[in-house]
């Protein structure tokens, strides 16, 4: 990172996603826990912009604040046909953030979509899908950039707008030809390219220096997102991505090496000492009460609880590998301890099981029965096609039943995880504070914020090389097995056995661990963690934002040209 006296420092600072106040995935966790920083740094010159988006209800994470520049947001609606809302996001930290409509847009589309190929050669003839919608906003935001800009005349200001994800591209672009002394940083955490060479059962690594981006794109049926996403990593002042695999996608897809940004994590919210004891102990307590309802039996209270979770990308995220794991875990004859594997993927589902409503009303769970409720012994949730779910044939194939004398269950939580699912009524990191350990197998994982997300709560991990956090803490300090509180697995396209068995291995020897062994792990995990929030990343992005400023002005001291002149 730089020094602090080489940093040229930004006056003003834009920054644009799908996910601002809209809680999507991980770039969600990544601004959201990132914006704490920003504010220490840059109070209240830090803007995010997002979609305004929410139509029946407000989003729960916005808090409006109609005096906020009220009288700019005037000016652009009259003169400008802009409608914006200001408001604060309610994270810690509290940043200014624009709501933004842009249903307006779509009527210039077409318009648009020229203009950009001529100033750019944005390909986006074979757009479908959420293509439109991306762009129309994309394109919004750097409208509304551009009107702020003006309105409060910053030409003297250092003034950077940093856009994320191939979704915001067409916003990049739009600065560069309309507004160029803003320096531009735009953020890919995972390449379109990649992720569907991937997600395709194509090996990624072995070919990854033999690859064409545009060529797979075509082969993919990707080519107006990659488009996008390529001109917008050349074009800009800075180009960043979350992590060294990451970087060396982009380098052979879009001819352009990034900076890298690691993501790291917000810890104040999370519990300390009593208070994390005792949401540990009624996290664990749902926990069980749920798996015997599901499974129709009793579970030993000091049953061994694993996880995984994330979006449901069966491969990438290696729900796979992980069920394959639990199998071996399951066939091992010298396992005396009740062990039960979380999934928790949201997928396609009606809503929560009315039989397990009924039946959590009651009280305590019947366990006379000896069998489960609607002779379901692994979902949570209903699903809408169970008989197509790959979680669920998995599981028929292997043989898993959930029966009383086996020691190894799996629980499918198909639900997002909000507080508010109708089994456990908890968020994610309220169950996730009661897990014993987490496993993410990933083949796909640019950064990986679950494995980053378990170690902050004191969680022992299980990640691998293919994951960028997974790739950051092998370099910090990883002992062979999880005497240090995480352990990263070596993956690669042809190993997969050899993975699978790594991790039943680990997982064993885990259940014979004592209540205080496991206790000193916790400790390990949480260690980690103080080496990866954002006090110590913080800087690489600010490192970003002056190389951005300084490539700014190296580009204004020459003739301004786009591509396409």
């Given at each position: 990172m730089l020094t602090n006296d080489s940093l040229i420092v930004p006056d003003y600072i834009f920054e644009t996603s799908w996910e601002v106040c809209n809680k999507v995935g991980g770039i969600y966790t990544v601004l959201s826990t990132k914006a704490n920083s920003l504010q220490k740094s840059y109070k209240d010159c830090v803007f995010f912009i997002g979609p305004d988006a929410w139509t029946k209800t407000e989003s729960p994470w916005f808090e409006e604040d109609k005096k906020l520049y009220a009288r700019w947001k005037n000016f652009a609606r009259i003169n400008q046909g802009l409608h914006i809302r200001t408001g604060r996001w309610k994270v810690p930290g509290k940043p200014i953030v624009f709501l933004i409509k842009f249903?307006?847009?779509?009527?210039q589309k077409n318009d648009i979509y020229a203009q950009m190929w001529v100033d750019f050669g944005v390909d986006s003839l074979s757009a479908y899908g959420d293509y439109d919608e991306s762009c129309m906003f994309a394109y919004a935001t750097g409208v509304v950039i551009e009107s702020f800009y003006r309105y409060h005349r910053l030409e003297t200001k250092n003034v950077v707008a940093h856009f994320n994800e191939w979704m915001l591209g067409m916003g990049a672009l739009y600065i560069k030809k309309n507004v160029p002394k803003i320096a531009t940083v735009f953020t890919t955490h995972a390449t379109t390219v990649g992720r569907s060479i991937a997600g395709n059962h194509l090996p990624l690594y072995d070919n990854l220096k033999t690859y064409s981006g545009d060529q797979m794109a075509r082969q993919l049926n990707i080519v107006a997102k990659h488009s996008i996403e390529k001109l917008a990593a050349q074009n800009v002042d800075c180009f960043t991505t979350v992590s060294d695999i990451t970087a060396q996608e982009c380098a052979q897809f879009f001819h352009r090496r990034p900076e890298v940004t690691p993501n790291g994590f917000e810890k104040d919210f999370i519990p300390k000492g009593e208070a994390h004891k005792e949401m540990r102990k009624k996290a664990r307590q749902n926990l069980l009460r749920v798996a015997e309802l599901v499974t129709g039996h009793s579970i030993h209270k000091d049953a061994l609880f694993v996880s995984i979770s994330g979006r449901y990308e069966y491969k990438n995220k290696g729900i796979d590998v992980f069920i394959e794991a639990m199998n071996q875990v399951r066939k091992t004859p010298q396992i005396t301890k009740d062990v039960v594997?979380?999934?928790?993927?949201?997928?396609?589902?009606?809503?929560?099981?009315?039989?397990?409503?009924?039946?959590?009303?009651?009280?305590?769970?019947?366990k006379k029965k000896g069998k489960p409720l609607s002779g379901d012994p692994f979902t949570t949730h209903k699903l809408q096609d169970p008989s197509h779910d790959p979680v669920l044939n998995h599981l028929s194939y292997l043989g898993f039943g959930n029966s009383k004398k086996e020691h190894v269950k799996i629980i499918f939580v198909p639900s997002y995880l909000n507080g508010d699912d109708g089994i456990f009524n908890m968020d994610y990191y309220e169950m996730l504070i009661g897990m014993d350990l987490t496993v993410f197998p990933s083949y796909y994982e640019p950064w990986g914020y679950t494995p980053h997300e378990s170690v902050a709560f004191s969680v022992p991990t299980v990640t691998t090389s293919l994951a960028g956090f997974g790739l950051w803490a092998k370099k910090i300090a990883n002992e062979k097995g999880l005497s240090d509180g995480f352990e990263v697995i070596s993956r690669d396209d042809a190993n997969q056995y050899e993975v699978v068995q790594e991790i039943a291995s680990l997982i064993y020897d885990f259940s014979l661990k004592s209540v205080e062994q496991i206790t000193l792990l916790r400790g390990c995990a949480l260690k980690l963690s103080g080496k990866c929030d954002w006090k110590h990343f913080i800087g690489y992005y600010k490192d970003a934002y002056s190389k951005a400023l300084h490539n700014s002005f190296v580009r204004l001291s020459k003739p301004h040209k786009l591509n396409g002149e």
């Open positions: 249903d307006q847009f779509f009527q594997a979380f999934i928790m993927v949201p997928a396609w589902i009606e809503g929560p099981r009315t039989d397990l409503q009924k039946e959590q009303k009651n009280g305590t769970p019947k």
